[in-house]
């Protein structure tokens, strides 16, 4: 335990024990050991001065849209490569993965019934937590590959090279660049006709479903084009956030800034405040608990991580005295926690109350990631434990990490059923406690990558060779994801 239980700074309440570097303070998992520190100190002053990628603005319409989804308002898809490589940022493959979340969301849409907030995992998923700093690659020990913001994957590229902090801010701005001016160029455009292409789907029952999906979704569209209810130009365009794992605290410090709060901040708190009326913000409704304030705080600027809109922690780096946790307790932005099949009903509690001491609606996701084999046994206690807690969050699931296996000839992959078994299990068990699934976290590619075995095209272990193209984790396809999402609604609208 720490000393910041209770002087929290998050909300701008105490931020005398809090700065972008107080992180530097404490034990650190994941470290990087710098030869040479005066060219990180050069990477540093460079990031310091460059401008935001993201900013305030931004941050906080992902704040209200995490509200409505904590609340049940609408429903949360997040979702990009395990490790992000400098070389996709491409167009195509940035293309691929727009269209890709995009048509997912719809699906989750028909099937939720309500709005879906799209997060990609990507323009700064540079960073990889390994299990182990060495590897064998040919029989000689090398330095595992940690991501390209600090080296490369060739086996010869693996010396820690400051320089690609840098490298990794203009790779994550050039990135967004791109997602920005496709969006304003209209590659969301629901007036377009979009390509749902399900000739893999061999099995008759699951192409009948999928294709009343996507009839439904096409009819819907041409309904509300045809009645005009774009007077708003909502079919123009979508939002996209943006996300990372905050795992390389030296690039999250430099891009950290304290900025003026937008005008139209205001949270959600279940601080009791006898001043404020008792009604939400978000809705203009009658809040669902009635213990529920809103506030807002009196100072008008905060600390805001502009790299990304949303920053989570990983399962590696959660501990609540270490230095990750210390970092994220101080920021702004939207936080995602991993919670796994080692986290502690205590722990968890405690990361919630350091990163979120106010209780605002939404501020944290959990992104629960058990396995489908444990997920029976460890979701009902940490669902009961956070609601007697009072926090309101955003239950995720992510069904990729505790899924993960081994092939007879060691490729590492994960089988379309389990992931799909941990979800509808991740389902069920909210309702079962009289909770929500808030949304999905997923690794995926808009690529035809062979790295998940299963799903519509059948592929088995022998077949991983084929197309077998990840840096890290193995990623669902296109096709998968979207049979994915096809269930995930299916199990929504039962
Ligand atoms: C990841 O999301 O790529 C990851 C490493 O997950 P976790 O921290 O849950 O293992
Ligand atoms: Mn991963």
Same mark, same amino acid.
């Given at each position: 335990?720490?000393?910041?239980?209770?002087?929290?700074?998050?909300?701008?309440? %105490?931020?005398?024990?809090?700065?972008?570097?107080?992180?530097?303070?404490?034990?650190?998992?994941?470290?990087?050991?710098?030869?040479?520190?005066?060219?990180?100190?050069?990477?540093?002053?460079?990031?310091?001065?460059?401008?935001?990628?993201?900013?305030?603005?931004?941050?906080?319409?992902?704040?209200?849209?995490?509200?409505?989804?904590?609340?049940?308002?609408?429903?949360?898809?997040?979702?990009? @490569?395990?490790?992000?490589?400098?070389?996709?940022?491409? @167009?195509?493959?940035?293309?691929?993965?727009?269209?890709?979340?995009?048509?997912?969301?719809? +699906? #989750?849409?028909?099937?939720?019934?309500?709005?879906?907030?799209?997060?990609?995992?990507?323009?700064?998923?540079?960073?990889?937590?390994?299990?182990?700093?060495?590897?064998?690659? %040919?029989?000689?020990?090398?330095?595992?590959?940690?991501? =390209?913001?600090?080296?490369?994957?060739?086996?010869?590229?693996? @010396?820690?090279?400051?320089?690609?902090?840098?490298?990794?801010?203009?790779?994550?701005?050039?990135?967004?660049?791109? +997602?920005?001016?496709?969006?304003?160029?209209?590659?969301?455009?629901?007036?377009?006709?979009? =390509?749902?292409?399900?000739?893999? +789907?061999?099995?008759?029952?699951?192409?009948?479903?999928?294709?009343?999906?996507?009839?439904?979704?096409?009819?819907?569209?041409?309904?509300?084009?045809?009645?005009?209810?774009?007077?708003?130009?909502?079919?123009?365009? /979508? *939002?996209?956030?943006?996300?990372?794992?905050?795992?390389?605290?030296?690039?999250?410090?430099?891009?950290?800034?304290?900025?003026?709060?937008?005008?139209?901040?205001?949270?959600?708190?279940?601080?009791?405040?006898?001043?404020?009326?008792?009604?939400?913000?978000?809705?203009?409704?009658?809040?669902?608990?009635?213990?529920?304030?809103?506030?807002?705080?009196?100072?008008?600027?905060?600390?805001?991580?502009?790299?990304?809109?949303?920053?989570?922690?990983?399962?590696?780096?959660?501990?609540?005295?270490?230095?990750?946790?210390?970092?994220?307790?101080?920021?702004?932005?939207?936080?995602?926690?991993?919670?796994?099949?080692?986290?502690?009903?205590?722990?968890? #509690?405690?990361?919630?109350?350091? +990163?979120?001491?106010?209780?605002?609606?939404?501020?944290?996701?959990?992104?629960?990631?058990?396995?489908?084999?444990?997920? *029976?046994?460890?979701?009902?206690?940490?669902?009961?434990?956070?609601?007697?807690?009072?926090?309101?969050?955003?239950?995720?699931? %992510?069904?990729?990490?505790?899924?993960?296996?081994?092939?007879?000839?060691?490729?590492?992959?994960?089988?379309?059923?389990? /992931?799909?078994?941990?979800?509808?299990?991740?389902?069920?068990?909210?309702?079962?406690?009289?909770?929500?699934?808030?949304?999905?976290?997923?690794?995926?590619?808009?690529?035809?990558?062979?790295?998940?075995?299963?799903?519509?095209?059948?592929?088995? @272990?022998?077949?991983?060779?084929?197309?077998?193209?990840?840096?890290? %984790?193995?990623?669902?396809?296109?096709?998968?994801?979207?049979?994915?999402?096809?269930? /995930?609604?299916?199990?929504?609208?039962?």
């Amino acid at each position: 335990m720490n000393g910041h239980a209770n002087g929290a700074t998050n909300g701008d309440v %105490d931020s005398s024990d809090w700065s972008p570097s107080s992180w530097r303070t404490k034990p650190i998992k994941q470290p990087v050991l710098y030869e040479n520190e005066a060219k990180v100190d050069q990477s540093r002053l460079k990031l310091r001065h460059l401008p935001p990628i993201v900013t305030p603005t931004e941050i906080w319409k992902l704040r209200r849209a995490l509200a409505e989804v904590a609340q049940g308002k609408a429903f949360l898809l997040q979702g990009g @490569d395990c490790a992000e490589l400098f070389d996709y940022c491409n @167009d195509n493959a940035i293309e691929s993965k727009i269209k890709l979340l995009l048509q997912m969301s719809l +699906v #989750l849409i028909w099937g939720g019934n309500k709005p879906v907030v799209r997060i990609a995992r990507m323009a700064g998923q540079y960073a990889k937590p390994r299990s182990s700093p060495v590897e064998m690659v %040919d029989g000689k020990q090398v330095p595992s590959f940690r991501g =390209d913001i600090l080296n490369g994957y060739q086996p010869d590229q693996r @010396d820690i090279d400051p320089q690609r902090l840098v490298q990794a801010y203009f790779h994550s701005a050039a990135t967004l660049n791109y +997602v920005r001016a496709q969006l304003a160029s209209g590659i969301a455009d629901l007036h377009n006709p979009m =390509d749902w292409n399900l000739g893999h +789907v061999a099995d008759p029952g699951l192409l009948e479903k999928y294709s009343t999906i996507v009839n439904s979704i096409r009819e819907s569209l041409r309904f509300m084009r045809t009645v005009g209810a774009d007077t708003a130009g909502q079919l123009e365009t /979508v *939002d996209l956030f943006t996300s990372h794992e905050a795992l390389l605290l030296e690039y999250e410090e430099a891009l950290t800034r304290k900025l003026r709060h937008p005008s139209n901040r205001t949270t959600t708190t279940t601080k009791t405040s006898p001043a404020a009326p008792k009604v939400s913000p978000l809705t203009g409704g009658a809040l669902l608990n009635p213990a529920l304030t809103p506030t807002t705080s009196p100072s008008n600027s905060g600390y805001y991580n502009t790299s990304a809109h949303f920053l989570w922690v990983g399962d590696r780096t959660r501990q609540p005295d270490h230095a990750h946790i210390e970092y994220l307790r101080g920021i702004e932005n939207p936080l995602g926690i991993k919670v796994g099949p080692t986290t502690t009903t205590p722990d968890l #509690l405690q990361l919630l109350d350091l +990163v979120n001491p106010r209780k605002e609606i939404g501020k944290v996701t959990l992104i629960t990631r058990y396995g489908a084999g444990k997920v *029976d046994e460890l979701l009902p206690a940490h669902i009961a434990a956070v609601r007697e807690s009072g926090h309101t969050v955003v239950w995720q699931c %992510d069904p990729m990490h505790g899924n993960t296996r081994s092939t007879s000839s060691g490729i590492k992959t994960r089988s379309f059923d389990a /992931v799909f078994a941990e979800l509808a299990a991740a389902l069920r068990i909210h309702k079962e406690c009289g909770s929500f699934l808030g949304g999905v976290h997923l690794e995926l590619t808009g690529d035809a990558v062979t790295e998940c075995t299963g799903g519509s095209e059948g592929w088995r @272990d022998e077949d991983l060779g084929l197309r077998y193209e990840t840096f890290c %984790d193995p990623r669902l396809n296109e096709k998968q994801a979207l049979e994915l999402a096809f269930l /995930v609604a299916d199990s929504l609208r039962a």
